[in-house]
């Protein structure tokens, strides 16, 4: 009977580790992308919210939904958080949405 491989030696595809979904928000590195940009310009600070409804997210709306607003979802191939809550599946939605 062959051992089974730990988590640590797997090595994911180019096309996973590059871009895809985790649940209904995005990972990989188009994830942490997302993340990084809207961390770094202020948009997930209350001063930063109008970038967010700009792109046409309704944050009130996420806000009172059952679901946590925010939070970090670890990255299984970058090894680093990335948006997850309602606000990172609305993130995702819009920009399917925006193609």
């Known amino acids: 009977m062959s051992r089974p491989r730990a988590r640590d030696s797997y090595v994911a595809s180019p096309e996973l580790q590059a871009a895809r979904t985790c649940y209904d928000h995005l990972a990989g590195r188009l994830g942490m992308a997302v993340t990084d940009a809207l961390s770094q310009d202020g948009s997930l600070t209350l001063e ?13 709306s996420l806000r009172a939904g059952s679901r946590v607003f925010l939070r970090p979802c670890l990255d299984w191939t970058e090894r680093r958080p990335h948006l997850a809550g309602a606000l990172g599946a609305a993130i995702a939605a819009r920009l399917f949405e925006l193609g």
């Open 48 to 60: 930063g919210e109008q970038r967010l409804e700009a792109l046409g997210l309704d944050l009130g």
